[in-house]
Structure formats: C-alpha cells, structure tokens
C-alpha cells in the first residue's frame, strides 16, 4: 500500500516544474552552481526563482480561506 503524501510532497506536486525542481535541487544541498546549470538559468536569478518557489509552496501548503469556501464553515 503506497504510503500518503507529506503536505510539503503534495504541495511540492502541484507547483509549476521549474519551482518543484528548483526546490528539490536546493534541499539535496548542491553547489549554486550546479543547479543553475540544472536549472538552465543565470546565477544571478536564482536568488529570486528559489524566493518565488518558496513563496509558491508555502502558498500551495496554505492555501487562503474564505467565506465562500464549503470547508470554512463554523463549528
């Protein structure tokens, strides 16, 4: 029987590709280097493709309530 996904796996399963595996790459511990190479991308925006990954998981793990939400209902 598969074992259920961690919040953090889901989430991670419905970003978009580059986010995910920018993600992955970046918690394996590799040199910067080595996942811009992976990546295809400059040096200089990594910095800004990992702050935009983290800010789209934390997003995906936390998704937004509101009034209109069937699952937001009181007590």
């Keep these: 029987m598969d074992e259920p996904l961690s919040p953090r796996e889901a989430a991670l399963r ?5 986010y995910s ?5 970046s918690d394996t511990g590799i040199d910067d ?4 190479d992976y990546l295809g991308i400059d040096p200089n925006a990594l ?3 990992l702050e935009t990954a983290h ?6 793990m ?3 309530r509101t009034d209109h939400d069937p699952d937001n209902r009181p007590g």
Aim: glycine residues 0%; hydrophobic residues 60%.
């Design 14 to 18: 419905v970003l978009p590709l580059a």
């Design 21 to 25: 595996l920018a993600l992955r790459l």
């Design 33 to 36: 280097d080595l996942l811009c």
């Design 47 to 49: 910095p800004a493709l």
């Design 55 to 60: 800010a789209k998981l934390n997003a995906a």
């Design 62 to 64: 936390n998704p937004p």
